[in-house]
């Protein structure tokens, strides 16, 4: 409220109830308001979005220092979980030194876990060994939300006995995450048994014409089970907010 | 149950009841039924999954009366809705010469669309008036899934107070479709202004750079709303689905 | 103002100063004004903003009696110019059947054009005969925001006498659109003669490898004079209105 | 042989053997010789090589009469089958109208079928509905090679039952196709179930993201089932040729 | 089979033969077997159809100490030899710390190579030097499966005297693998000298243009040899493996 | 010279002569007469250097009259050869319905071939029969430039007896024009064989992944002959008029 | 002038003043003068448009010891600015060495600033953290042209509080440049809220499949507010370099 | 000669001269001859081919060792220039040590370099400093084969007054090569200023969009300069042979 804030506010409806301000030039005046009020508007609405839902940092791009300064306001100002994501080795260490009291996973940090849990079930499923980081990231970031994923390692097409072993797990879960670089049609069979939310995560996993992710990526986006919803590349943070997303509902 | 059928089954219990069948030989025979009934297994557990839930036929690539036969057959096998999408004016001609009873819309067929109604709100928004055509296909194949959609046209992220005229819309809706050609980001802002699930479909609409949706596409990976997911380029049907699956939780 | 529309400002107002509304009971209300308004505010804005400004239609995805309605809507609710782009022929047919008075150009429809012209003057060149149908939108683009485009017409590098012999008209101009497809620098030879803004339009026109046009958007980002500016490919509209953006500072 | 035919070759040898041509003219002749040689033994090997291969001829670029005119060549200079593939209505019409005795599918037309077929079990599998023209390319041109192809339709991921259902046609076969547009892992799924060559067509057929099949195509390279190897976007006629020669080993 | 084992049969069956289970009972639990024993079923025909396989490890994306362990255990239980491929300095190091015997090969091991050798004649050809480690790639997972690779080099198409001196070697193979990376037409020529199974490796290698492969990759499937398939790039195992299953019919 | 054409220049000499200039205002008015020259002494330039050039004009993106006007006034204001390429059936009628006496071929319209030919020989080679348009292009492009290609059709590397058999011919040319779609190799296979010129023209043809062209493009690009040039897909006339340029030297 | 320097021409022009030149030779003397003078009088003509502008180096590609030189010179023949673009650690370190006067941000080192600054308000946006150096390089780049820029940082479109809390200084600048990796649709909201001139630069920041900012590139071209341009990926210098044009008119 | 060297050659034809052979026989012995000669006709032929041709070595994916060994050889083999190319320091170092007396330049290395130079002038010109070491590699190969080239050093089109000053250089030449990353059309700005050849050389230098040197590339292909060819991306050494075989013709 830069032009006019609660005193500005409190002072005009004096001038009104005094008669120092019309009627017109109150309208006008009041007019005026919604813009300047836009954004903290907006603000106010926000912060209650966002009630419950942990602070997410994302690393790249920052230094060790400011990564610092940002996890220690929003612990400062705020009571809920924090995470950093995506974090260098210097980034952790310089976060740790100062906030200890933390969980590390697959370059994330997270502080505040909560420990209320819920009781859904979340099945994060990955179709081969090197997809496990990605996986991790998504494990941690339903942490922040009170999630306590199941996992599945390595149930990859190519070995489909593996995958079908575990039936029960993923026609039991109230949704899914599927981690998979090299063959992306992991989400599809999986799709194709539950009737519950899947989020696939291509990963930039692979041998050959991976391109760094997009053909996973395309080749989900190709695949044909019906009510699959994809992620970006190695977006193990986005997977799991979209499914704390899918579970508030 | 090719090798070993019911009656088959009936006849192996007798015989080990009576003894013809010694103890051995019925485990042996039994330990083959597994592989033999994989597929029977599956087929019933997918029967059971896909209860309630529509019967879909992609029309392309299919003749008019490969249509009709498919649709015949649905219809007569099930009591459920039977939706037939992507298809063309001939597609559509024949089917509704056989099967009148039904609603059309962008080249979608509905028959037995439900009459029961949930409760649930979603919203379809659409960022351009050429986007119309996706979100018609999401709307029908959510009336298949008995949802009524609500609609938002219109609300590209370069006019902003239309798109915040509606925001009451958007913050009460318990899942969002955006759908999005020439400005992927639609469903960022979108994000930002929900905590509900909120599914991208991208458009092949567009001026110049749009490379027939996989800009849009691209584009909405890249997009920083955490918990956002995509679909494939113009599949509002599978952004339909992926709504009716989380909905469902 | 869905919420608290004038009348019930006034009405409130008058509540204030009768007593009948207590300060806090004002402030709450008045707070949450501003979100409610919020879409109100910016349309207000929006319309400011727009003063001057030709409504643009765009046409493809729309049918003909679509682009008919929306005509005569922003006909009848303003009194500044009109244009209609990319329509088809059979939306010009319709469109004009019911307001003849326009001036038709490259697929463009464009009523009430500004009868006073600025004095700025803006070049548009093409690199080849090929590229006339965009630099023909972008002149009557430019046409509805009144500015007059000199136009030069097969300047390609690759004849460089033809571009030298204008070099006057290069120099001289306030601002210069460059539309060129096969040949992207254009507008780098262009930019290196001028100090003034120069926007460059990739065509899809081509031989070869041109993929659309998008070679030669890439290859106009990756060209090298320093201050030159991209829009889309064949957006001849967007390239005017950035120009017209420009030139109104 | 045209600088040495073999008349001139006899020649030759009359003349070394009569001492008309000295030890050292011949040697120097008969060096020369092979270089202009090279054309016509590759000729000779390269017919070994066909024989009991059909003559293909591709459609596309040829007028109807070309087609007629090479077909009439091949059928009037040897005894095999010949086989015209991705033929336009036009040029079947034409080259039936000259040549009625012949089989008619998917755009190719057969000629001369082989009626002494192998005993190899060849499986083409389609992973969806619209596939099916892709996989009968590659059956006719299976049966140019004596190969009678199982078929298995619509047997995707996505509905792993269908699948499984028939693991065991998958199992006893000698070599299989698979043929899948919206998802290229069928071929790993496959792959994983049988020890056989699996050969991969991506299809151009999809939703979405598939540009035009190479999204299949880089996925089936992605994809990580061991020994599965990939054949060019619906390049069903490919694939048979490839199973062709593995059979022959 | 987690929910019904061996003693669990066994016992249903005394339950049977007993008359202490009815047979609608024993129909109504066996029926329910196949579900649970999916996986198991699954895993015993896997077991089989790897008979005589080697087990491979794929090295990027795990640990050296992740190397050692899956390495140790898939020596211990089986008795087949074990191949561990794409492995950095660092993993090689630490897993033949552990099981010094094996043979080491561009970043292969493999131990317990087959000491009888097939009779078939298997062909690694490459068009250049760089290409080398591709090539060495396939022949030690060539030597895995019991196969002796002959081995050609530096036979690109642009120096064609080289390539034709050893045409013997090509046509008297019974498979061709032929890595190539600037020129991807290298295995269409092969593919017409010879009637038997080529199979093509686009390799990263390469001037300008090679995008990583992907040029080699879609040029090899652009190629117009009828009968030649392609694996990923650089996949010298996937060549190997897919050799493997031809030679194996 | 629009600010200084002959006369002005001849009266400032006059002026310099009778002294009625100055030498100071003569130096200055001078220094400005470059800048105003440059178009018209590099038109002067040009046209020396497109002496015995044919004039060439692009069909695509112009109408039928507009193809006329341009010809005609090429063939009134010249002497030399004249060239429409690419050009449409209603075109090429247009324009032969004004100016008969002129060849056709492949969509180009040639005018004043030139009667004295060269004694180069320039071969332009073709991979498969469906390049043979392109092929066209380039040759009627030769003939413009006084050059009568010999001609070789279907010399794909696939069957490398046909191309062996052709060796003399390619062996004995001045300049070589490779053809070439599906394959894009056969450029460095011609290069390898010969010392000469060897440019080559990827083509849109083919099966699968060729991307309209530019997957031979830059297969062409990666192969390793050194010392071949190409040109744009199915650019002929870009070929043949480089290799006019290389003939000139 | 290398023919013809200014000596020489006053020389020519006392040599027609005396009558030793007849007036045909001096006609043909001048008339050859324009072609050599092209370069020279263009020279001049780019000093012109280049006063008041900085001189730019970039530095990629040049040795520490070059950069020294370049600057050297530029700064030693001139007396404006001096900026050096993307240098590294070690060119900035031998830049500073000798000339120690200049202020460094992101990779950019300037000499000279101009101390009379512009009344122009230039904003520079970025929406996320990770463009900061972008926006970095842009606004010492309009330092150099004199602009002291705004900035607005984080204001990304997914928390949109952020954005429109700042919505005075969007509306009140005279031009904007909109600094966005992740989500290239910022500038179409900013687009949509002022009427002055946006400039969008993609940067190559972001998760998943951004493309190393060609993602970003292609959405900003796809998105819909008219009138907005685009430069390169990571261009700051482009961007500022360009609003420097639009602001000098 | 493998089958039938020299000596049973003369030994064949002793035999035919005696009579110990028939006729018959001989033909068919001769016949056979070709085939096996193949190969050694063609190392012949290659060896005419390359005489006075330097042999070139590329030094990328071998090892330091493999570089002194092959370049070892082709000095004791022949009597030619040999030229390493593309050579890391390590290579260079190692190399240098066996054979000092060479000139190095651009990570290439010659020895023997021809001491008659043509008379032929080739003029090397480059956009931007960032692409001398492209064309340092094109001029030492040029070296390699008697040419001395020209250079012209920064002469991008965005400052046309640089290149119009050499435009006698240009005009004077009678081959160019063009070096340009940032601006792809100077080749086709200098192609339109000189009837010679003109080789367009794409770099991997360059800001944003320039997709490692692919966007140069598409982009030189996509200019409209007539008989332009281009080489592949940094290829200076391709570009220097390609010039090499034209000023051979």
């Known amino acids: 409220m830069s032009d006019m804030d609660e005193p500005a506010l409190r002072a005009l409806i004096e001038a009104i109830r005094s008669g120092d301000t019309s009627a017109d030039d109150a309208v006008d005046r009041?007019?005026?308001?919604?813009?300047?009020?836009?954004?903290?508007?907006?603000?106010?609405?926000?912060?209650?979005?966002?009630?419950?839902?942990?602070?997410?940092?994302?690393?790249?791009?920052?230094?060790?220092?400011?990564?610092?300064?940002?996890v220690e306001e929003l612990l400062a100002h705020g009571s809920g979980p924090v995470l950093l994501t995506r974090a260098s080795d210097d980034q952790i260490r310089a976060v740790l030194a100062q906030h200890r009291d933390a969980e590390v996973s697959a370059g994330c940090v997270l502080w505040r876990k909560p420990t209320a849990?819920?009781?859904?079930?979340?099945?994060?499923?990955?179709?081969?060994?090197?997809?496990t980081?990605?996986?991790?990231e998504a494990a941690i970031t339903l942490a922040a939300y009170g999630h306590d994923a199941d996992?599945?390692?390595?149930?990859?097409?190519?070995?489909?006995?593996?995958?079908?072993?575990?039936?029960?797990?993923?026609?039991?879960?109230?949704?899914?995450?599927?981690?998979a670089g090299m063959e992306g049609a992991l989400a599809s069979v999986v799709g194709g048994l539950t009737a519950?939310?899947?989020?696939?995560?291509?990963?930039?996993?692979?041998?050959?014409?991976?391109?760094?992710?997009?053909?996973?990526?395309?080749?989900?986006?190709?695949?044909?089970?019906?009510?699959?919803?994809?992620?970006?590349?190695?977006?193990?943070?986005?997977a799991a907010s979209a499914v704390a997303r899918m579970l508030r509902t």
């Open 196 to 238: 519950c939310p899947v989020v696939a995560v291509p990963t930039s996993v692979g041998y050959g014409s991976g391109l760094d992710g997009v053909t996973a990526l395309l080749a989900m986006h190709a695949a044909c089970a019906s009510g699959i919803t994809v992620v970006g590349v190695d977006n193990g943070f986005g």
């Open 117 to 131: 849990r819920t009781d859904r079930r979340v099945l994060v499923a990955t179709a081969g060994t090197a997809d």
């Open 133 to 136: 980081p990605v996986a991790d």
């Open 30 to 70: 009041l007019r005026r308001l919604p813009f300047a009020e836009v954004g903290e508007a907006l603000v106010d609405h926000h912060r209650t979005l966002r009630q419950g839902m942990p602070e997410a940092v994302y690393g790249p791009g920052k230094t060790a220092q400011q990564c610092v300064r940002i």
């Open 151 to 179: 996992r599945l390692h390595d149930i990859g097409v190519a070995g489909l006995h593996r995958l079908l072993a575990h039936v029960d797990q993923i026609t039991g879960a109230d949704a899914v995450i599927v981690v």
